[in-house]
Every structure is written in structure tokens, then in C-alpha cells.
């Protein structure tokens, strides 16, 4: 990698952590929340949705917080992927696995992602679509395996940016750092799994 190449790999990874906590973590957790609203029915959930929908510019609020910076970060982790080189085979440390998965989570993300997006924003966004979606068992078990894949993606990449940002800097901090990601993964899992009970 020459010297100009250098700098500008280092703000392009810079800008991919901070993305991948800000917006779209702070979102991935407020749009859980916001779903357990269905566990109050169909009414409520859908009276909700209508409410954030009809909010005024509220599509140019989604597009920049919420799609561009998706994009950003799914089209960076996609090149990651693809330029990445693995010694799982060679080393196999619990990190060198995590490598892996982390990498398989933010494809099957963006593949998430994007067809949820097409089913509410193409479809209709409403309980009933949900419901009909995820009452096949193929559609349960994709809409499960991301739910629980993107929040491996987003805990892992914030153990990720705790190094990446100085913020965790010798292995006692960075084994305690990993111990609170574990309790958080557990407890969004929760309330994510919950979220799709919800529709059943």
C-alpha cells in the first residue's frame, strides 16, 4: 500500500467503525424497542408505524440517518470481505472464528436488510404482512437468523471499535469489554426474539 493510499485506508476505516455504532447500532436498538410495540396487537403496532411514517420528512430523515450510512457501511464491509484473508484454519483462536462469523453476519445483514426494507417499504408495512411472512417457516427462520446475526454483527464490531478508538487497550480491559457485549448481545437477542414472537 503506498504512503497516499495509507492515510485515506485509515479515515475510510475510521468512518466505517463510527457508522457501524453511529447511526446504525443507535437504530438497530431503537427499532427494536419500537417493536415490542407489537406485542400489544395489530392496532397498536400498526397505529404506531402509520404515526412514524406520517411524520414530516420523515423519508429525507430515513435517508440520511438511516440508508446512506447503511450503505456506506454494508459497501466498505463488503469490499472487507472480499479483499480479507482468514488463518482460521492456521490459528484457531476464538477471535480468528469471530473474524468469520463477523464477516458472514454483515453479508446475511445486507441481504436482510434489504429485503425487509422491500417487504414494509414496497409492500405493506403493516402487522398483518409481518405476520403472513414470518408465519412460513422459512421466513421465521430467516427473519430470526438476522435479527440474531446483526446484533452479533453490532456487538462484535463494537469490541471491534473499543480497540480501533483506544478505548480498550490491554487484554484485562478488553476481557471485561468482551464480558459486557456477551450480557448485551443476550439481553437485544431477547428483546429482538420477542419483537418476532410478536408477529406469530
Known sequence: ??????????????????????????????????????????????????????FPGIFLVEL?????????????????????QSNVLRYKYARNWFYIVQRISGLYTVIFI???????????????????????????????LGILLAIFHFMNGLWAFAITWGLTVGPHS?????????VLFLVLSAVGLTDLTAFL
Open 174 to 182: 478488553q476481557k471485561i469489554w468482551s464480558y459486557a457485549l456477551a
Open 64 to 84: 440520511i440517518i438511516i440508508f446512506i450510512p447503511i450503505t456506506l457501511h454494508a459497501v466498505y464491509g463488503t469490499w472487507v470481505v472480499y479483499t480479507g
Open 114 to 144: 434489504v429485503i425487509h426494507v422491500y417487504l414494509l417499504r414496497f409492500g405493506e408495512a403493516n402487522f398483518l404482512a409481518l405476520h403472513n411472512f414470518v408465519s412460513q417457516p422459512l421466513g421465521l427462520i430467516f427473519y430470526a
Open 1 to 54: 500500500m503506498s504512503t497516499i493510499e495509507k492515510p485515506y485506508h485509515f479515515l475510510v476505516r475510521r468512518v466505517h467503525s463510527i457508522l457501524g455504532l453511529f447511526p446504525i447500532g443507535v437504530f438497530l436498538i431503537f427499532h427494536m424497542i419500537l417493536n415490542l410495540t407489537a406485542r400489544g396487537g395489530a392496532a397498536q403496532y400498526d397505529r404506531v408505524i402509520n404515526a412514524m411514517r406520517s
